[in-house]
């Protein structure tokens, strides 16, 4: 199949960018990210620089196969990261446009790589789990209801690659701090600290620049693990709560 | 104190404002809306005269009244404040964007929430302002009350002959409708209020209201233009 591709091209952060079409011949097979490859091995050849990307483990669960994708952050199939993305979804003679996350908290490094480290700090204001060590404890010995389980899990399957903020007309990270957080408040284990750390991890979100929430639903509709934004309620219910119920 | 400070400058506390003014601006319109009904009672407008002489002497209804203006300027502060950060944080556009199935109004509060307090701008000028601070109204006698009253039901009937005024009021009820249609389940999502009984029922109810509540304030402009001219 012949496609026609708009990519982003940006030296670097200083640099203003901007689109440059490529001519590509892929396989119907192929995934996103090796039809990239394609497009990067005939750049070579011809001595020119491939386009940056970001992509690590190609099978859907390391979150950083970043790129929007004909205006959807890892393009038009839902609960489906950029890797997991095959070229049988697009046509021949398709002309696709290729660009990275925009939010002012995640600036653009090179091409279609951006530095998501504001991510990383919110994780570290989140702080620690209180485990007490010693032996093992008995697998049965903490009792969790099975639908607690399922949607703590559900938050846990966070990749955290972004898409909620690259998503959000508001630039917010709200999905990504509300997963993380839900999916410890939920458990007994990660109970014990669950209001410092929601209270930690917003005003860090605040601080990184992220936008407000306004409940649009854009992050949950493009997230590639189809995260809810019920999440985000119970953030608010934490935080609320770790404000006005906390010491 | 500084923990209140910095929670009402944190994302969620800003977003527990919007919420919390928004829901009583929402129970608002349904008294409003009451109220304004009694302009379709066909008794030359004695109802409703006397109706607006008790909103506009009780001192508990001023006291009120005056805490609703409040909300609807710290409604829309705030609503600009979020509109203006959230635009500086999400920075440069995409050059192709395909939403997926989120709604049109969701995306545009801000737009929807200025149009509004334009409407509300033309609105209070119309009634609000010629009632309290001109005497531009006639006053006539109820009978039953000791003192004359002025007649906002004739001032209603006027604006309402005008067709461009009309126009402007069914606009402005649209807007507000597209506005409430995002608001009013919104408001319950950032309150936390979420459960999987429920929400669909406030969702429900949400849309309900931002199509039935609008639509009784436009019965009274139309009322008035085609019935009663």
């Known amino acids: 199949m012949k496609l ?17 079409t490529y001519d590509v011949v892929a396989e119907e097979h192929m995934s996103f990210l090796e039809m990239m490859d394609v497009l990067n091995e005939s750049l070579i050849e011809k001595q020119e620089t491939p386009v940056a990307f970001e992509h690590d483990c190609r099978e859907g669960i ?7 994708i004909n205006g959807r952050p890892h393009g038009p199939n839902s609960g489906t990261t950029t890797c997991q993305l095959h070229m049988r979804f697009f046509k021949d003679g398709d002309t696709i446009v290729v660009e990275p996350w925009r939010s002012r908290a995640f600036p653009v490094i090179k091409d279609l790589v951006v530095n998501r480290s504001s991510f990383d700090r919110i994780i570290q204001a989140g702080g620690y789990v209180s485990v007490n060590t010693g032996q093992a404890p008995d697998g049965n010995s903490i009792p969790i209801e099975k639908d607690i389980a399922g949607e703590a899990m559900d938050a846990a399957t966070c990749i955290g690659c972004g898409a909620c903020v690259a ?3 508001n630039g917010s990270a709200m999905l990504f701090t509300a997963a993380k957080v839900s999916h410890l408040a939920l458990m ?3 109970k014990v600290e669950s209001s410092r750390r929601a209270k930690n991890m917003v005003a860090t979100m605040d601080k990184e620049g992220f936008g407000m929430c306004s409940n649009i639903g854009a992050c949950e509709a493009d997230c590639p693990k189809e995260i809810s934004i019920d999440n985000i309620a119970r953030l608010n219910r934490e935080y609320v709560g770790s404000v006005f119920g906390g010491a | 104190m500084k923990w209140l400070i910095n929670f009402f400058t944190s994302s969620i506390g800003r977003k527990l404002i919007m919420s919390l003014t928004g829901l009583f601006l929402i129970l608002f319109l349904v008294i409003h809306l009451l109220g304004n009904l009694q302009l379709l009672v066909d008794d030359g407008g004695v109802t ?8 506009t002497h009780n001192p508990l209804i001023k006291v009120v009244a005056y805490g609703n203006y409040f909300f609807i300027l710290l409604h829309a502060f705030m609503g600009f404040l979020l509109w203006s950060k959230n635009k500086a944080a999400k920075g440069s556009k995409y050059a192709v964007r395909s939403d997926a199935k989120v709604s049109w109004a969701s995306k545009n509060m801000a737009l929807l929430g200025t149009l509004i307090l334009a409407f509300i701008f033309i609105h209070m000028g119309d009634f609000w302002f010629k009632m309290k601070f001109t005497d531009q109204l006639a006053m006539v006698s109820i009978e039953g009350m000791d003192v004359q009253v002025k007649d906002l039901y004739t001032q209603v009937a006027t604006t309402f002959s005008n067709p461009l005024l009309v126009v402007a009021y069914l606009i402005g009820l649209a807007t507000l409708s597209f506005h409430l249609w995002h608001g009013f389940q919104s408001a319950f999502q950032t309150l936390g209020l979420n459960h999987p009984k429920y929400t669909p029922i406030i969702g429900g109810l949400g849309k309900a209201y931002a199509i039935l509540v609008p639509l009784g304030f436009a019965i009274i402009p139309l009322y008035y233009f085609f019935v009663m001219k």
């Not at chain 1, 030296?11 to 440059?20: A, H, P, Y």
């Not at chain 1, 390391?62 to 929007?68: E, K, Y």
């Open chain 1, 62 to 68: 390391c979150g950083s196969c970043n790129m929007v």
């Open chain 1, 167 to 169: 998503a959000c007309p």
């Open chain 1, 188 to 190: 007994p284990q990660g």
């Open chain 1, 4 to 20: 026609k591709l708009k990519v982003w091209r940006q030296q670097n952060n200083k640099d203003k960018g901007g689109f440059q």
């Open chain 2, 48 to 55: 409703f005269n006397a109706y607006a002489y008790m909103m």
